[in-house]
């Protein structure tokens, strides 16, 4: 079997083609490195040699970018699974650029659904994202929930969603969804503007700087180690008779900021406080999801719980 994986050589990517890898299977790369690495392909390879892996001929890289068709028809060439993973993730750049948050996430992933049709791909996995369920209060999140997005990330992730949907029922292509909750882990980039909030605390931390919340620090998110959402992608591929389905991949707890800023004080043994800004447009307040669907029918079950995930990120930084 061969796998595409879109945005591969991003953070969450590459850790589902060194997984893929690991397990013997041919692997495909996708990505115009944008946001994507080749740090990372290097990182992953060091680590399968490092175990003996000899994985070369089981990997391809394709530099080129989901909104060109004829390179996403090229990439799918020989192609049995898809895992989507390519995409422009911030909120605060979907609402400081939605023209091209859309292009990528909902023109892109309509090239790889079409393209995945036309090559009779097998299954599609599509990556989507906590945030379109927006700040509605009820908790936990379910995934027969009415999407409140309050983004243009959000809508774009949606859109993206609802193209699975009507692939599978108009075309017959097999899709699943899995809506990521903040996922966090070795490899997630710091320095960007558009960073997530546990990379950039790590690295403040580490500097003896004070890390930046936006807003109270009250807020709540459940955060998801990344290899949590690498079984959760391997489990989609496998799992059979998931007809389009969505699923919520998470841990299903809930931590507030300042808890995360004390947890890595305590890792690092250090006492850096925090420094306090107005909440960013497009934040949700409180985010935890129902995971009972995905363990039931995915078999999925979170192996890595915050604390440990925090260690292990912290320790690759």
């Not at 290097?42 to 994985?55: D, G, M, R, T, Y």
């Not at 690092?268 to 009972?292: C, E, Q, R, W, Y």
């Amino acid at each position: 079997m061969r796998y595409l994986v879109t945005g591969g050589a991003g953070f969450i990517g590459s850790h589902i083609v060194e997984e893929l890898l690991r397990r013997n299977k041919k692997a495909r790369i996708l990505d115009n490195f944008s946001t994507g690495r080749r740090e990372n392909i290097a990182c992953f390879l060091e680590n399968l040699a490092n175990h003996q892996l000899p994985v070369t001929n089981n990997l391809e890289v394709i530099e080129g970018d989901i909104r060109n068709f004829d390179i996403v028809r090229k990439a799918m060439k020989g192609i049995d699974y898809v895992l989507h993973q390519a995409a422009l993730v911030s909120v605060a750049r979907s609402i400081k650029d939605p023209i091209t948050v859309n292009e990528v996430n909902v023109g892109g992933t309509l090239n790889i659904l079409k393209a995945a049709r036309d090559a009779k791909v097998k299954r599609v996995v599509y990556a989507s994202s906590s945030s379109i369920y927006g700040n509605s209060e009820i908790l936990p999140k379910k995934e027969d929930m009415n999407p409140e997005p309050i983004s243009p990330y959000a809508v774009s992730k949606l859109s993206g969603e609802k193209y699975c949907q009507v692939f599978h029922k108009v075309y017959g292509l097999e899709t699943v969804i899995l809506r990521y909750f903040n996922v966090f882990g070795p490899r997630q980039d710091p320095n960007s503007q558009y960073s997530a909030a546990i990379p950039k605390f790590i690295s403040a931390i580490k500097k003896g700087k004070s890390p930046i919340i936006y807003g109270d620090g009250l807020q709540t998110r459940d955060f998801t180690y990344v290899s949590n959402v690498v079984e959760a992608n391997i489990l989609a591929i496998e799992t059979e008779d998931t007809g389009s389905e969505i699923f919520n991949i998470a841990c299903g707890k809930r931590y507030s900021l300042l808890s995360i800023i004390d947890r890595l004080n305590e890792i690092l043994g250090t006492s850096v406080k925090p420094t306090f800004k107005k909440p960013k447009p497009g934040d949700v307040k409180h985010s935890m999801a129902d995971i009972s669907k995905s363990m039931s029918k995915l078999k999925y079950s979170p192996r890595v719980e915050l604390l440990d995930g925090l260690v292990k990120t912290v320790k690759w930084f």
